[in-house]
Each structure stands twice: as C-alpha cells, then as structure tokens.
C-alpha cells in the first residue's frame, strides 16, 4: 500500500501564494502519473494538475499560468506551487498516485488538505 501525506495547505488572501506538498512512502520512479486533484463543497473532484514519469505536465485551464506542478524524485515529494490564488480556488486538494511496484499496480491517494483564499 502507497502512503501520500499532503502538507502546505491553509488560509490565504487573494492574490496569495501557497506550496502544496506530497509525499509518498515510495519512490515516485515508480509512478506512471502523480496528480493534484480538488474538490469544492457540492463539487465534483477535478483534476488541476498532473506529472508525468517523463516529467511531461499537465493543468487544468483554470489553473495555467499560476499553478507548477513538480517533484523531487530524490525526496519521493510532488510539489504544487500555487500562485495568485483566487476564492474559486478554495476546495481539499488531494494527491493522487498511479504506478506499479515489482508489477503490483497501485492507485492512492492522500487525506488531504484544505486550502481557504479568503479576505
């Protein structure tokens, strides 16, 4: 069983700045994908941004150009460094990861962790 732990989330005002954290019990080399997902009160899970395991990456359109997604394979962490952060962004995030360990394929995913953008 993969184990992810998010960190970094809280309250911050417009315009803001928050860097969320994932880290994984393994090493991230064998994750095919890793994904930030969020979800909003009475909203669907949405995806918001993806890496892929040739580093290849990918965002939701509400999201580009103020959200990076990353990881530091040394540190088995993906980070999602959010940028001018705007109330519609107020949901859990959560970490999700899909990969294979000695050909047992794995899907997890974290607790979670609330981030507010509030005045």
Same mark, same amino acid.
């Given at each position: 069983?993969?184990?992810?732990?998010?960190?970094? +989330?809280?309250?911050? @005002?417009?315009?803001?700045?928050? &860097?969320?954290?994932? %880290? *994984?019990?393994?090493?991230?080399? /064998?994750?095919?994908?890793? +994904?930030?997902?969020? @979800?909003?009160?009475?909203?669907? &899970?949405?995806?918001? %941004? *993806?890496?892929?395991?040739?580093? /290849?990456?990918?965002?939701?359109?509400?999201?580009?150009?103020?959200?990076?997604?990353? &990881?530091?394979?040394?540190?088995n962490?993906?980070?999602?460094?959010?940028?001018?952060?705007?109330?519609?962004?107020?949901?859990?995030?959560?970490?999700?990861?899909?990969?294979?360990?000695?050909?047992?394929?794995?899907?997890?995913?974290?607790?979670?962790?609330?981030v507010?953008?509030?005045?």
């Open positions: 069983q993969v184990q992810l732990v998010e960190s970094g +989330g809280g309250l911050v @005002q417009p315009g803001g700045s928050l &860097r969320l954290s994932c %880290a *994984a019990s393994v090493s991230i080399v /064998s994750s095919n994908v890793i +994904g930030w997902y969020r @979800q909003a009160p009475e909203k669907q &899970r949405e995806l918001v %941004a *993806a890496i892929l395991r040739g580093g /290849s990456t990918t965002y939701a359109d509400s999201v580009k150009g103020r959200f990076t997604i990353s &990881r530091d394979n040394a540190k962490t993906v980070y999602l460094q959010m940028n001018n952060l705007k109330s519609e962004d107020t949901a859990v995030y959560y970490c999700n990861a899909e990969g294979r360990i000695l050909f047992t394929p794995y899907n997890s995913w974290g607790q979670g962790t609330q507010t953008v509030s005045s």
